[in-house]
């Protein structure tokens, strides 16, 4: 039975239930949380009794008493050369994280009720223990997602994990002599995806899509499709880490009416039900690689896969509720090194640093040390005024001080191209239309 992580705040709690909500709760849930932690199990039904809709949380410098989710990196080391990495991932960092430290973390972030946790790289099978940290995370209540480029994982590796172990593994092209990564092995791929199905475990998929692989997507989704694998997660990619060295690879406003052309027959490729649509909507909107949906999907997902997709909607509920960015608020990014980020985009322009968990522990630097960071609220960025996307009211990502500074020098400007812009506007519109023509009306009979 799996153990609910929650966190106690000036309002009551944050709990991540068993049917996949997070939810705030009032003080009164916690003897039913503790009594199903030690064994005896309580319906979500019965906590959502407990929901506050309106919890009480102070606004300035606001952030969780823990994470909602948290990224760690367990290695800089990968086996692929990605162009748009976000991380430059390539080699080991110097001074990383010794084994036994990110295990110690892991237990630190149980205690302190993180919700979920995101085992990254690198590759983060490239580190000889992987194995052994990601079964020490699946001790812990909080949920534990894999990210992976799916290359380097054996039949061995995956008999090690226990089963329903949920992956997110991400490509770029069905055509291994196209492929910006190099060495991508698609009928490897396929066997890594038939081998964790076979040991009971989950997966997705997702594409970061470029100016070298727009037609690709579209091949990617249909093979997908046709094996009965989950919708891949459209990603666009961003002009950040080793991508600022390639720009060409960034999709230009000339570019926009041929990508949404493939994105729109991408998305018809699989049938979604109501939640799969906000997901996808909330990922069209500018979601940076954290929107967990599973669209056209027959069978039902796997409780680990679903308890995912509400953490993320929930720190989108969250940053929404407050006009301030998840990131440094409920969400944080832990490098190989030890070192503290908001999220990975500041990770990856060194913005932002936080502390060392090596040398302060992480309760310390989550509670003191995003103070500067805090106190940049979404009314700082003055250009959403004059947005057409804020015009039409679709809920942006780009409100991001790291890709902004990256695009303008200025860290309170937009962090979104003049393409994206155009994507989200015309995604947004497509959504909404989807949404309309999908409504169903429940008659009174006379």
Known sequence: MQKIPFQTNEGGLVALLPNGHVEFLAASARELILRHN?????????????AL????????????????????ETTNLCNLRCKHCYADSALKRPDEMPTEKIKALLDDFADSGVLQVF???????????????????????FSTQIFTNGLLITEER??????????FISFDTADPERTVRGRM????????????????HVFRTAISVHRGNIQDAEEIFEWCAERGYPRPQWLETHPVGRALLHPDMLLRPEDVDEVFDVYRRCMERYSSGPDDMAAEAAEAAGATGVTEASAGQPARRAADEIRGV??????????????????????????????VYPCSNCMSGQLHR??????????????????????????????????????EDIWCQFRCPPLARNL???????????????????????????KQRDVRLTLTPR
């Open 119 to 141: 085992l990254t790289g690198g590759e983060i099978f490239s580190h000889r223990d992987a194995v052994e940290i990601i079964r020490h995370a699946r001790s812990k209540p």
């Open 38 to 50: 030690s064994g005896l199990p309580v319906a979500s039904e019965e906590l959502m009794a407990h």
């Open 310 to 339: 509400d953490t993320i909607q929930f720190c989108q509920r969250l940053e929404r509720a407050v006009g301030q960015e998840k990131c440094g608020r409920s969400v944080v990014y832990v490098n190989s090194r030890g070192d």
């Open 354 to 391: 936080a502390g060392n968990v090596t040398e302060r522990p992480f309760a310390e630097i989550w509670e003191t040390g995003f103070d500067e960071f805090r106190d940049i609220r979404f009314a700082d960025h003055t250009v959403c005024g004059t947005c057409p996307v804020a015009r």
């Open 53 to 72: 809709s309106d919890p009480l949380v102070t606004l300035d410098r606001f952030h969780l008493p823990a994470p909602a989710i948290a990224f760690v």
């Open 158 to 167: 995956l008999a090690a994990i226990p089963a329903g172990q949920s992956f």
């Open 185 to 200: 092995d698609f009928p490897k791929l396929e066997r890594a995806f038939e081998m964790m199905r076979a040991h009971g």
């Open 408 to 434: 303008s020098g200025d860290p309170r400007g937009c962090g979104a191209t003049e393409y994206l812009q155009e994507f989200m506007l015309r995604a947004g519109r497509y959504w909404r239309e989807r």
